[in-house]
């Protein structure tokens, strides 16, 4: 069973520059993109940033010159740096990834969410 553990959420003061943290387990035999969604209170969960297995990266746009997503493929880990918070950044993050478990087709697994809250 592959499980997705994020952490490094909280209250966060406005400017402030948390990492979130997304580790794959399980009987894992391949990781292609990952990515981290974020689901602001009363809306849509949207996406945040990808990045494929070679290294390349997207962004939303209102994040792009603030947000840094990179991974440890020897980990099966996703990292999200976010700098410059601003309040509308407040949200429950989500860790997404394309997985393949030995003799098992590829699916999309989800993490269980870390909230983020940006408040002084």
């Known amino acids: 069973q592959v499980k997705l553990v994020e952490s490094g959420g909280g209250l966060v003061q406005p400017e402030g520059s948390p990492r979130l943290s997304c580790a794959a387990s399980?009987?894992?035999?391949?990781?292609?993109?990952m990515a981290w969604y974020r689901q602001p209170p009363g809306k849509e969960r949207e996406l945040v940033a990808s990045?494929?297995?070679?290294?390349?990266?997207d962004y939303e746009d209102s994040v792009k010159a603030r947000f840094t997503i990179s991974r440890d493929n020897a980990k099966n880990t996703v990292y999200l740096q976010m700098n410059s918070l601003k309040p509308e950044d407040t949200a429950v993050y989500y860790c997404?990834?394309?997985?393949?478990?030995?003799?098992?087709?590829?699916?999309?697994?989800w993490g269980q969410g870390t909230q983020v809250t940006v408040s002084s």
């Open positions: 997404n990834a394309d997985i393949k478990v030995v003799a098992a087709p590829w699916f999309e697994y």
């Open positions: 399980g009987n894992i035999f391949d990781i292609k993109d």
């Open positions: 990045i494929t297995f070679g290294g390349r990266t």
